[in-house]
Every structure is written in structure tokens, then in C-alpha cells.
């Protein structure tokens, strides 16, 4: 890596470009960034026909790493196959920069916890990471129409299990150092009834003999799907192939109960730039207003810094900071409404203040 990390920002649609500036304060407050800023989606097929084009991946691929925002919004909705849809940037992105390992952290800050669907005593403690494979399965397999049957073929080799396998060993062996327990991986599939997933499982536990540190479980994904509500807590690392991962990775980022809270990482091989952006989409509804909830994007600059950069200190700070404005009540409109958990002996609970995206971006800079 060069001595200043370049980054391209890719702001999107929506509300993607009120975020990504938000991300860009909390970045020039860390240290000295390179930015480019690029276009993808929506704004891109205004701009030049298509989504993504060649030269913005090649700058993305050029990068130390790509912070996006969202992409989307009714203007580009279509049915028309042959239209270029923004979500075309995405895939592209991943495809084009080799992205096979998504990673998505889901620790409710306590703050919030009582805006979880869960009972509180079922969700607290709670603090997984789901590893879902990416750029495999059924989502990149042989598909197609025969007269009145269709079908989506699902394909995996024995490489890609192996990648990604040790992408989920590594994070939960980092983890556990960080975080001072036990590294456990839980390896989904469904391997009583798809070939795919039994050499799934008998790749993960080949490459589970190179991590004697690291626990590993197997489990069928409709017990999975259970278990994520049953006994949340319980978890530590997932991993899982890209159809599964899908799903529970949307069930899991529920068990937090706001959207506006969610990071996620996409990795490739060891040395390429990941692409770093929060699970949530464009918001068309509350564009241009000022109030969207930028934290599912600090914390999307988090594990750029933990996961791209080796800065894992700082990616902590940022987390703290997080954690400190919502302790404080801070809130924007999407979080209103749930209870600030005081300790037990509490007089005062302390109230919900609403702010909008630059006051929270304030309070989080000054947090740090
Ligand atoms: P969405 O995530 O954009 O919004 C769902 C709801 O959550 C909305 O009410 C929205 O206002 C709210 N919300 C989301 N993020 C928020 C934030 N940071 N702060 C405050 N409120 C927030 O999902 P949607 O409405 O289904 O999709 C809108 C557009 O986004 C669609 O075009 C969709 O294709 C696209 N999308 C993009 C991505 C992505 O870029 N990764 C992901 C999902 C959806």
C-alpha cells in the first residue's frame, strides 16, 4: 500500500452522497485519505448509459480501497430486460474486483437493543459475523427456461469453498483475539440434501485441520435459521454460500432492529481493495432532507480501517464513538422511538434528542 491510502468514494444514489460526505468528515478527522470521487448507479446511467463504467473500476481496482453508498431509486426502475438497471453498478463492482467474501457484523449497540424484535434477554450479547461467499452458487450458475420448466443450476469447486473457509477462520481467529474468547466457526449448509453442500463440508473441514485454534460446528441452514432467533448470542463467526448467506444475513441484521445501523465489507484476495458499504439502500424517501442515519456508514469506514488498512485502533475508536452518541440519545428519525437502557438505579432515563445527519456526524467527530 502506498504511504496515503487512496480511496474512491462512491456516493451512489439517494441518499448515498449525504452519507458518503458524512464518511468523509469522520475519514479527514482519522488521518491523511487520497479521495477519488466516482459515479455508479443510477447517477451513472444518467451520466453515461450504463451503471459502471470501465474506467471507474479501473480506478476502484487501482484504489487502496471503495467506499460506496447505495444506488438505486424509482427513477430507474424498470421491467424492460434490456435497460441498464443501477444494481448492474454492484455485481459489476464485485465481479470486476473480485469480491468473493462479504462480511456483516451484527452487534446491536446496547443503546439500541430494545428496538430489536427479540426479547432483550434473548438479543443481549449478541455480537456475530455472518461470512457469506459471494461471487458462487446459485446466483452465478447455469440458468434458463425449457418450454414450461425453469432452471438455476448450483455449482461450487472445491477452491472456492477453500477461500472462503479460510476468510471465515481468519476473522473469527481475529476476533477472538480482539474480543479475548474462545474462536468458534459455525459452517451452514445443507449437506442432507445437496451435493454442493456436502463438499462444502468436507472442504471446511479440511481447511478446519490448518486452524487448531478455531472451533468449528456444522449446522443444516433451516436449523440455522432457528437458532439465529432462538439463541442469537450463541453465535460467533458464520459461514455460509452465497444463496444461504443471503438470507440469513437479512435475518440476522433484523435481530438489531434498524437498518440504518448495519456495516458490511466485501474482500477479495489477500492485498486487493475490499469495497465497504452499509446494507441499506438508497432511501429515496427521506433523500435531500438532511436526516439520514449516517452510523451504518461510520461503521462501514470501521471495517475499511480494521479490514483494509491493519488500523483496527481506530476502527475501535469509531465504534466507541458510535456507541457514546446513541448512550447519549442522540438519535435520527429512523431510531426514534426505543428506549435508552439506563443502569438499574437510573433516576433520570436519559431522552431521545432528534438530530439530523450533520449533527450526528458532529456529536461522532467530537466523540472521537
Ligand atoms: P432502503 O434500505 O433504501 O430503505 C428502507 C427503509 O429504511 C426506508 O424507509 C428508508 O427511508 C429507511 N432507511 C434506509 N437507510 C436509512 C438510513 N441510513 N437512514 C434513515 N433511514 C433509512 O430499501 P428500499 O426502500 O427497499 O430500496 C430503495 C432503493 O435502494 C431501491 O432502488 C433498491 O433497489 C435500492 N437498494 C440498494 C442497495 C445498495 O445499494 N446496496 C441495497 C438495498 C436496496
Known amino acids: 500500500m502506498t504511504a496515503t491510502p487512496r480511496i474512491v468514494l462512491l456516493p451512489g444514489d439517494g441518499i448515498g452522497p449525504e452519507i458518503v460526505a458524512a464518511a468523509r468528515r469522520l475519514l479527514e478527522a482519522l488521518g491523511e485519505f487520497a479521495f477519488s470521487e466516482r459515479e455508479v448507479g443510477g447517477c451513472s446511467i444518467d451520466a453515461h448509459g450504463t451503471a459502471l463504467t470501465d474506467q471507474v473500476l479501473a480506478a476502484c481496482r487501482d484504489s487502496d480501497a471503495v467506499l460506496l453508498g447505495a444506488v438505486g431509486g424509482p427513477k430507474w426502475d424498470t421491467t424492460d430486460p434490456a435497460a441498464p438497471r443501477p444494481e448492474q453498478g454492484l455485481l459489476g463492482l464485485r465481479k470486476g474486483m473480485g469480491l468473493y467474501a462479504n462480511l456483516r457484523p451484527v452487534r446491536p449497540s446496547p443503546a439500541l437493543i430494545s428496538a430489536s424484535p427479540l426479547r432483550e434477554e434473548r438479543i443481549a450479547g449478541t455480537d456475530l459475523l455472518v461470512v457469506r461467499e459471494l461471487t458462487g452458487g446459485i ?12 432452471h438455476d443450476t448450483c455449482e461450487y469447486s472445491e477452491g472456492e469453498i477453500e477461500r472462503i473457509a479460510r476468510t471465515a477462520f481468519e476473522s473469527a ?3 477472538a483475539e ?12 445443507k449437506a442432507n440434501v445437496l451435493e454442493t453442500s456436502r463438499l462444502w463440508r468436507e472442504v471446511v ?9 478455531v472451533e468449528l460446528e456444522h449446522l443444516l441452514v433451516d436449523n440455522a435459521a432457528m437458532q439465529l432467533v432462538s439463541r442469537p448470542a450463541d453465535f460467533d463467526t458464520i459461514l455460509t454460500e452465497n444463496l444461504f448467506g443471503d438470507i440469513l444475513s437479512d435475518e440476522s441484521a433484523m435481530l438489531t432492529g434498524s437498518l440504518g445501523m448495519l456495516p458490511s465489507a466485501s474482500l477479495g484476495a489477500e492485498g486487493s481493495p475490499g469495497l465497504f458499504e452499509p446494507v441499506h439502500g438508497s432511501a429515496p ?20 480501517l480494521r479490514h483494509g488498512f491493519d488500523r483496527a485502533e481506530d476502527a475501535a475508536r469509531i465504534e466507541a ?5 446513541l448512550d447519549r440519545g442522540l438519535r435520527t428519525p429512523d431510531l426514534l422511538g426505543g428506549t435508552v437502557v439506563q443502569p438499574p438505579m437510573a433516576e433520570d432515563p436519559t431522552p431521545e434528542t432528534e438530530v439530523g445527519t450533520e449533527e450526528m456526524t458532529d456529536a461522532v467527530l467530537q466523540e472521537l
Do not use: E
Request: net charge negative; aromatic share 6%.
Open 178 to 189: 480482539l474480543g479475548g474468547h474462545a474462536a468458534r466457526v459455525t459452517s451452514v449448509d
Open 139 to 150: 446466483y452465478f450458475g447455469d440458468s434458463g427456461r425449457d418450454g414450461d420448466a425453469a
Open 205 to 213: 473441514g479440511r481447511v478446519a485441520g490448518d486452524y487448531a485454534d
Open 321 to 325: 464513538a458510535v456507541d457514546a452518541v
Open 173 to 175: 481467529r481475529r476476533r
Open 285 to 304: 424517501d427521506i433523500a435531500g432532507r438532511g436526516v439520514a442515519n449516517p452510523l451504518a456508514t461510520f461503521l462501514s469506514v470501521a471495517l475499511m
